[in-house]
């Protein structure tokens, strides 16, 4: 028979377990990145935060939401875009609870639910879609997805932050088809740059060209310049010269007041120059007719006869005087009579020469 200490001692031990028991079923910790919903007698009651929180024990149940923002893979799946290219589509979503009291009421097994979701959507997405604007746009379908599943999770208390679309596989045939086109392409965009290089490299070599000839009869144009420069210049000092050289005779005849008789021997000479010459014709001055009378007034005086008012003195008055008819006529012979003069004196320097 046990004893009555004993008995006690068993009772104190046993209480203090009971209340041990209740102790740690009456605090609950939630983490920093954790909510609590506390439920009493099956009904929803709070919702605690962070810490460690106190409850009644066998009368509250306390749940943990997880608010961290969390990833869904969606396994691969098989689409059929809009021009019928069956493609393997493989994406990811990014969600994060923002209610725990709706995610833990509104909605059985999220997970699913989100990805079932997702997989319906992007199948009309991309059915709506043609291959090449599937493979060019993942942005595009990225925005749209993320929008319908928001939109319809939002009354679960969960937002999609984003979604990505990993992968798109197209089939074999296809990808073989894409191959060539853009190996085709490449050359394409190969020859046309060896065209374009081939194009600016004739235009350079043109431009150089016409620039080359450009300086080139920009230098001929200046050298003619130059010469023609020179040429003027050559002509007016050879023009200046010859006329200081005409003024400085023509003084120096006016200062030596020369007399008629001088000046008309100079013009003969001049005249046999004239006529010393292979010309046939012979042009004389307007004046030859006056000159020529001068000189036979000249002619005469150096053989001793009278000349002017002196022979008409000398000659009988009975003669009858001679009209300008005769004299013309006179003079033109005593002209001829000169001119076959020159002509002889050649003749005979030849004829010496022979001898």
Known sequence: MASPVDVNTLLFVFTGLVFAVLALKSVVIVRPYERGIVEQFGKYSRTVGAGPNIIIPFAEIAYRVDMREALLD?????????????????????????????????????????????????RNIIGDMQFDAVLASRDKINVDLRKILDEITDRWGVRVTRVEIQDVQPPQDVAEAMSRQMKAERTKRASILEAEGVKASDILRAEGKKQSDILSAEGQATAIETVAEAERKRTVLISEGEAKAISKVFGAIHDGKPTKDILMIKYLEALGKMAD?????????????????????????????PAGQD???????????????????????KLKEFLEAKDKKPQERGGNGEK
């Open 74 to 122: 969606i396994p691969p799946q098989e689409v059929i875009t809009k021009d019928n290219v069956k493609l393997t589509v493989d994406a990811v979503i990014y969600f994060k609870v923002m209610d725990p009291f709706r995610v833990m009421y509104n909605v059985a097994m999220f997970e699913d639910a989100v990805m079932k979701l997702a997989l319906t959507n992007l």
């Open 277 to 305: 010459g292979k010309a046939t014709k012979i042009f004389m001055p307007l004046e030859t007719s006056g000159m020529l009378s001068g000189a036979a007034a000249l002619g005469e005086m150096l053989r001793g006869e």
């Open 311 to 333: 022979r008409m003195l000398t000659e009988p008055k009975a003669e009858t005087p001679r009209t300008n008819l005769q004299m013309e006529k006179d003079r033109r012979e």
